[in-house]
């Protein structure tokens, strides 16, 4: 087995520690991620084919999963009772892989690294609208701590002048 599709799991301590976590902040921050990449990416039909229709997102090594749906504008956060119509399960470092574009979903899905069950032609929906996207979902340069605070600095000046 290569590096590459060798199985990297996330250590148990940590499945313990984030399966216990509040699912609501978990889901926001998911939706909020959701909510910056694919809109731009969804056409017409695509949005239409998406709403109401609800989708979970399970970290498996992380013990962790998310039910969200489009409603209208963007993905939000379904909470309660009901089955999802598509579940897509896999672990971190795959979803990881598969955002940042060093693996395909086509790849994952083969190997049996991902998981995607309940509608199929849902299911396909999501796969073609991420294969069309080009470049990278995540761009881990984002994500690093200095230019996260360089977003956070605008609103705190603009909110300070606003009280006075």
Same mark, same amino acid.
């Given at each position: 087995?290569?590096?590459?599709?060798?199985?990297?799991?996330?250590?148990?301590?940590?499945?313990? !520690?984030?399966?216990? *976590?509040?699912?609501?902040? %978990?889901?926001? *921050? =998911?939706?909020?991620?959701?909510?910056?990449?694919?809109?731009?990416?969804?056409?017409?039909?695509?949005?239409?084919?998406? &709403?109401?229709?609800?989708?979970?997102?399970?970290? *498996?090594?992380?013990?962790?999963? =998310?039910?969200?749906?489009?409603? %209208?504008?963007? =993905?939000?956060?379904?909470?309660?009772?009901?089955?999802? &119509?598509?579940? !897509?399960?896999?672990?971190?470092?795959?979803?990881?892989?598969?955002?940042? +574009?060093?693996?395909?979903?086509?790849?994952?899905? =083969?190997? +049996?690294?991902?998981?995607? &069950?309940?509608?199929?032609?849902?299911?396909?929906? !999501?796969?073609?609208?991420?294969?069309? !996207?080009?470049?990278?979902?995540?761009?881990?340069?984002?994500?690093?701590?200095?230019?996260?605070?360089?977003?956070? +600095?605008?609103?705190?000046?603009?909110?300070?002048?606003?009280?006075?």
């Amino acid at each position: 087995m290569t590096p590459r599709t060798a199985t990297r799991l996330l250590p148990p301590p940590v499945r313990h !520690i984030l399966s216990r *976590l509040p699912r609501r902040p %978990g889901a926001w *921050l =998911f939706t909020t991620a959701l909510n910056a990449v694919l809109p731009a990416h969804l056409d017409a039909d695509a949005r239409r084919a998406l &709403e109401g229709r609800r989708v979970r997102l399970s970290v *498996l090594d992380a013990g962790v999963s =998310f039910d969200v749906a489009w409603r %209208g504008r963007g =993905f939000a956060p379904v909470h309660g009772a009901g089955a999802p &119509e598509l579940v !897509i399960a896999a672990t971190l470092h795959d979803l990881r892989l598969l955002a940042t +574009r060093q693996e395909d979903p086509d790849t994952l899905f =083969f190997s +049996r690294r991902l998981v995607m &069950e309940g509608d199929t032609e849902l299911g396909l929906l !999501i796969k073609n609208t991420l294969d069309a !996207i080009d470049g990278a979902l995540l761009d881990p340069q984002r994500l690093a701590p200095s230019a996260l605070f360089s977003l956070l +600095r605008p609103r705190r000046r603009d909110a300070g002048r606003g009280a006075c």
